[in-house]
């Protein structure tokens, strides 16, 4: 039975002799391959929210707009847009950076 108090020692990786030096150029290239993907994925997330943002602000431009809603209504819908347009320039930018960061 082991102590709580004993060290844990966790297995290394295993590397096959076949792969001989590792060549830390392709490891940053590999990794480099990873984070354009990452940021090409999170710029299509941000796109989206982008759109799904401003679709949301119109709709809530829409009901402020409304004379038939109640002033409570209208007020909320009002706030809910400065918040959506908040949200769309935020993705927007981010998106913007995503953007170019997957290029390189």
Known sequence: ???PSDPVF???PYLPRSLGKINIHRLYAISNTDNNDRNAANY???TVQQ???GASKEANKSVAKD???SLGTRASAAKDA???KADETSSSASASVN???AKH
């Open 1 to 3: 039975m082991s102590n």
């Open 10 to 12: 966790l297995p290394t």
């Open 44 to 46: 299509v997330g941000d």
């Open 51 to 53: 759109g799904l943002s």
């Open 67 to 69: 004379s038939d809603a």
């Open 82 to 84: 400065i918040g959506d």
């Open 99 to 101: 953007k170019e960061a």
